[in-house]
């Protein structure tokens, strides 16, 4: 079964372009050998994994965040992971 290649868009194009919210430049095709392995996988993996990659780049935020602010409290940067997922900085 042949399956048109997948495209990843992202989500700060969706919500600040125009009424298709689709900016070229911004675009990524997976690989079409990707995309069968994902469909693959089945959807409880699928989103299993993308849990599992949330919690790592949250991870990231925070050592990073740590690093940046080694004077902050865990509230504060808490709400610096919260403002940079917010805003799409990710």
Known sequence: MSHPRCVLISQETVFRKGPMGIDPERIEA???DVAEALRDMGPANRLAMMFQAEKFAR?????????RHPDWTEAEVEKEIARLWADGSV
């Open 59 to 67: 991870t990231l935020m925070r050592a990073g965040a740590r690093n």
């Open 30 to 32: 997976v690989e079409d």
